[in-house]
């Protein structure tokens, strides 16, 4: 309580000082301030194991200020990337809640999509808007939906994971085929492989019929067949 009263009162001071316009370094102030709220929630998760929600402010605050240093630091290209500084402190706090006990498995899941989304962010802005940074974001999102499948998650497997992370990998597949113009040369590979799928189906219906119906002269199923009469 002493330490959350402290971080309000200096965020109040600053404010103040914002407000007023006495002092030009104000961001960098925020930036620290950010930094050390995100070390009291991590002291709290370190020292509690019940307080394991402090790892998700912990993270946030810590991607916060962080971002919030390298803007007032100037670094170059930081408005394009920067965000994704923040995106990671968030994913990092939710991998520490998971870590800390594998029964809660679901902070995987927001873990995956923040990383997720700030790699996106890294390949867009590296690769100019290119089409191919979509497949990155979809990829992301199918290694998660892996990572709840394989990962302990205490007595029990998520083996349903593996669904959505086909399903997003096939998608991330076709996304960077378009990008790359060679979707044009597979366009009939899905039309071909459902007439495969329809005619095997086809073929095993009616072999299955035909082996359960008898031919013609012969005794059906259950039907006793001649014996030679005794003599």
């Known amino acids: 309580m002493i330490v959350l009263g402290a971080l309000l009162l200096a965020a109040g001071v600053l404010l103040l000082l914002e407000a007023t316009g006495p002092l030009g370094a104000v961001g ?5 301030l950010f930094v050390m709220g995100a070390a009291a929630f991590w002291s709290l998760f370190a020292t509690d194991a019940s307080t394991w929600w402090a790892a998700i402010p912990g993270g946030t605050l810590l991607g916060l200020g962080a ?3 390298i803007d007032e630091a100037g670094v170059p290209s930081s408005e ?3 965000g994704a500084v923040f995106l990671c402190g968030g994913g990092a706090g939710f991998a520490a809640v998971y870590l800390s006990d594998h029964r809660r498995w679901w902070a995987i899941v927001p873990a995956g999509g923040l990383i997720t989304v ?3 962010a890294v390949v867009t802005a590296a690769l100019r808007g290119d089409p ?3 497949a990155v974001f979809f990829a992301g999102l199918a290694v998660t939906s892996a990572l709840v499948a394989v990962l302990p998650t205490g007595p029990d497997r998520n083996r ?4 959505p992370a086909a399903a997003l990998a096939v998608l991330a597949v ?13 366009a009939c590979v899905w039309p071909l492989a459902l007439v495969a799928a329809g005619g095997t ?3 095993r219906a009616l072999r299955h019929r035909h082996g359960a119906s008898p031919a013609a002269g012969e005794p059906g199923p259950g039907t006793p067949a001649d014996t030679p009469r005794g003599r």
């Open 132 to 134: 191919a940074a979509a």
């Open 201 to 203: 189906l086809i073929r």
């Open 28 to 32: 960098v102030l925020w930036g620290l």
């Open 67 to 69: 971002l919030v240093l």
């Open 174 to 186: 076709l996304i960077a085929l378009e990008a790359t113009a060679l979707l044009s040369g597979v």
């Open 118 to 120: 700030a790699l996106h």
């Open 80 to 82: 394009q990337w920067g």
């Open 160 to 163: 349903w994971a593996w669904i």
